[in-house]
């Protein structure tokens, strides 16, 4: 089945821990993003990677971390420097010549 | 730099109503222009697109105009059903320069009760 996969859907951690995301295509894509959704202010940009081995913060990086060492994968660590990390997290892939992005169906991260 | 504005709602009609949405933009050049859905508990859906002026987006029903003049892409259908209630939300990606980043508006909740 082709696509875009995010694992876990639900995830949970105490105050403290770090805990990766991961998010998984098989398009061959070249770029790749992650956004954070929180209610009332819509996608917010944490990081993005155009090509293999190369990623630029987004808007909000502070507590993030990622890793682009095969195109097919593009993970995201939630650092325990993140002062609010609970929220919906969401991967995308971009098709290079019309711009449109594809979704992965998303990750809840929940902090206790 | 490049920014949506939608209407942030929530919006809630009656089935059969009529919708329209409105998202104006702020960009350098020729942005394409697009319109994502998001069901609850998923991620957001491509759910139509424009690519330069006076193109109309349509896809379920659903349109939206690439309006320059106005810097508006308001998405607009004409009998909402309760299948549609979901967030919707307008984006733009700049045509210029390496920048192919999307910029998203915040959002729209749409709730069509029977």
């Known amino acids: 089945d082709g696509g875009i996969t995010q694992s876990p859907k639900y995830l949970f951690r105490k105050e403290g821990q770090n805990v990766t995301l991961s998010c998984e295509q098989n398009l061959n894509h070249d770029a790749m993003y992650w956004y954070r959704q929180d209610p009332g202010q819509g996608l917010r940009l944490i990081y993005y990677?155009?090509?293999?081995?190369?990623?630029q913060k987004g808007d909000i990086a502070e507590g993030y971390s990622v890793s682009r060492e095969k195109k097919e994968s593009f993970p995201l660590t939630v650092t325990s420097a993140q002062k609010n990390p609970t929220a919906f997290y969401l991967c995308a892939i971009q098709q290079q010549n019309t711009g449109e992005l594809f979704f992965g169906e998303g990750s809840r991260l929940t902090v206790l | 730099g490049d920014s949506v504005t939608q209407m942030e709602g929530p919006v809630t009609l009656s089935e059969e109503a009529c919708l329209t949405i409105?998202?104006?933009?702020?960009?350098?050049?020729?942005?394409?222009l697009f319109w994502y859905v998001q069901y609850p508990g998923e991620g957001l859906q491509l759910l139509l697109k424009a690519t330069k002026a006076d193109d109309k987006g349509s896809n379920k029903g659903f349109e939206a105009t690439y309006r320059k003049e106005t810097t508006s892409f308001h998405l607009e259908k004409g009998s909402v059903q309760v299948s549609d209630s979901a967030v919707y939300f307008c984006?733009?990606?700049?045509?210029?320069?390496?920048?192919?980043?999307?910029?998203f508006g915040k959002g729209t909740l749409l709730t069509v009760n029977p």
């Open positions: 990677s155009q090509i293999v081995n190369d990623f």
């Open positions: 984006a733009l990606r700049n045509s210029g320069g390496s920048n192919y980043k999307l910029t």
């Open positions: 409105n998202c104006t933009y702020t960009a350098t050049g020729y942005p394409s």
